[in-house]
């Protein structure tokens, strides 16, 4: 029986509702397959604040050093989120991602055939969808300096700054243009090279990564523009590459694609080993849900999703990762969905129900 150690940080809202279905799953994967997957959990986020009167605690951090993977629910909310507060819950997630080093978030965007008829979106546009973004996750405007705000005598100021190394781009880039390789071959960069100094260097090391990959073929875009096109052509992208301000604005429009915003993973990611896995968080896009909290409606998908990733990418499980996949499609194709993406003329299931069948399918 193989070990495995992994670190539960449910959070806020939907966060914890959601990782407890992720935890059923990953039970039926210890079965399935005879693992052991022991768990040390720990508060964060507004959780944190109420309790500790830190968002992220030190010994926190710690612990999630000491184990194979991080599995991370959602933070924040409207309790803590008065704007002149100097603890916020999202402190935790930053503080998670650049205290382990995770400057590489992969947020998988795939349509399941099964789908492309009932969402938001027309069924020509979004049946091929299948892309990976890829988005910076420890540089740019989230944690350069100064970032502050001050008054002087004309009125109240900000100031964030986006800052980025030669090296941190180029890790992401050269990340992306990987990533490609296993697949479509395809790489789409996107900036505001037309506005930011970030984005002009930022368009000027994709062209000098893209002469080691002369195999993937690189396309570069304007984020504004990039929004209109995942909406008009979306099945066109392969691996998108870009900041981490864009990346998190892009993932939570490209969600709709796949149906909803309960749908799509994340894996943030570091140096790996020679093996290729290494520690990682993995987390659902979305965050606390703070409309529908405690209702017991939220999907599990995402989160369940975001498991699977774990165990394929930090615990070198790929078979039992597949399971999970398996079982998510299974069960979602039986038209048993959440709320989010009902099957037509069928009952939607609460979240404890989807994650106890899609534990079960696996
Ligand atoms: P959100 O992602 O929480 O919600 C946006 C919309 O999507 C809401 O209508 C919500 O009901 C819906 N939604 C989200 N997840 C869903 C799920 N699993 N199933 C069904 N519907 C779902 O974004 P928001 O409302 O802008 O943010 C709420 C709080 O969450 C804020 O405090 C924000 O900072 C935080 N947040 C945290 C994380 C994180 O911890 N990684 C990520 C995003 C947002
Ligand atoms: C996400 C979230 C976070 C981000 C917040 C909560 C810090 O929106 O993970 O997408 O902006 O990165
Ligand atoms: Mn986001």
């Given at each position: 029986m193989t070990s495995f150690k992994i670190a539960l940080l449910p959070g806020d809202g939907i966060g914890a509702e959601v990782i407890a279905e992720a935890c059923k799953v990953l039970t039926a994967v210890e079965r399935k397959f005879g693992h052991r997957f022991e768990y040390s959990e720990d508060i964060v986020g507004g959780a944190a604040i109420d309790k500790f009167g830190t968002a992220l605690r030190d010994s926190t951090l710690a612990m999630c050093k000491r184990n194979d993977a991080v599995l991370f629910g959602a933070v924040g909310g409207p309790k803590w989120d008065?704007?002149?507060?100097?603890?916020?819950?999202?402190q935790a997630i930053l503080g998670l991602r650049k205290g382990l080093g995770l400057f590489a978030n992969i947020r998988p965007v795939k349509m399941y055939p099964f789908l492309a008829n009932n969402t938001a979106l027309k069924r020509e546009v979004v049946k091929d969808v299948d892309m990976v973004v890829l988005r910076e996750l420890?540089?740019?405007?989230?944690?350069?300096?100064?970032q502050r705000r001050w008054s002087d005598s004309r009125g109240r100021k900000a100031v964030d700054t986006m800052r980025y190394s030669e090296a941190e781009m180029e890790r992401i880039i050269r990340l992306g243009f990987e990533l490609a390789r296993g697949r479509r071959k395809h790489l789409t960069s996107v900036d505001k090279a037309n506005i930011l100094d970030t984005s002009r260097l930022w368009r000027e090391i994709a062209t000098e990564v893209a002469e080691d990959y002369p195999d993937v073929s690189i396309e570069h875009i304007l984020v504004d523009a990039c929004a209109m096109h995942l909406i008009r052509?979306?099945?066109?992208?392969d691996v998108i590459v870009t900041a981490n301000l864009f990346g998190d604005i892009l993932t939570d429009e490209a969600s709709m694609l796949a149906g909803s915003m309960g749908m799509l993973p994340s894996a943030s990611l570091g140096k790996r080993g020679a093996d290729g896995t290494g520690l990682g968080l993995y987390e659902p896009?979305?965050?606390?849900?703070p409309d529908i909290?405690?209702?017991?409606?939220?999907?599990p998908v995402a989160m369940i999703l975001s498991a699977a990733m774990m165990l394929r990418l930090s615990l070198g499980l790929e078979r039992e990762a597949d399971a999970v996949e398996k079982a998510v499609a299974k069960v979602l194709r039986s038209g048993q969905r959440p709320p989010d993406i009902p099957a037509k003329g069928k009952r939607p299931l609460k979240t404890k129900r989807l994650g106890s069948v899609i534990a079960q399918a696996v």
């Open positions: 008065d704007p002149r507060a100097k603890v916020r819950p999202e420890t540089g740019g405007i989230y944690f350069g300096k100064p052509r979306p099945a066109d992208f896009i979305h965050g606390t849900a909290a405690g209702k017991g409606i939220a999907s």
